[in-house]
């Protein structure tokens, strides 16, 4: 059945093109989260395990939200890992050690390159598309990664 919703195909279409990406960065930032969580090393590893498996749970929201988002415009969610990784602006490498500190590093750098991304497109789908629903969700998850960056950042000195 088509979706009916006051937006043009052509604008629904390019809004779900950037919401597959952005569901794609996530997921590859919910599987980079999990590897933190599991193969963290050194004295803070209980701490740092702990920390890292919330946010894993967070990102795990998220993903569901913006997959949701995208039938909600009337597409299909992108759900294979070979989708995600030709569709992310992320790299699924660890650059850093498995320190606690390099894997904070390594997320705060993903996180904070999310909410650019997401900030690039609140006022284009808003005004261009006529999509104040999407640009008011990823208003949220940009807030959502901010405060993530945020939590990261501060165990770095």
Request: glycine share 4%; proline share 1%.
């Amino acid at each position: 059945m088509k979706t009916t919703i006051g937006i043009s195909d052509e604008s629904r279409q390019k809004v779900a093109t950037v919401l597959s990406e952005l569901l794609a960065d996530e997921s590859i930032l919910y599987i980079k989260t999990k590897n933190a969580h599991w193969n963290v090393v050194g004295a803070d590893f209980h701490e740092k395990h702990i920390f890292f498996e919330g946010q894993m749970n967070q990102l795990n929201g998220l993903i569901d939200r913006v997959a949701e988002r995208i039938r909600t415009i009337g597409h299909f969610a992108p759900a294979t890992m070979h989708s995600y990784l030709s569709l992310t602006h992320l790299t699924e490498v660890n650059q850093f050690d498995n320190s606690s500190i390099g894997f904070v590093k390594a997320l705060l750098s993903d996180h904070e390159s999310i909410v650019i991304q997401l900030r690039e497109h609140i006022a284009p789908f808003a005004n261009d598309f006529h999509d104040a629903g999407t640009s008011d969700f990823i208003t949220w998850i940009m807030k959502e990664h901010e405060q993530m960056a945020w939590f990261l950042r501060s165990h770095i000195k």
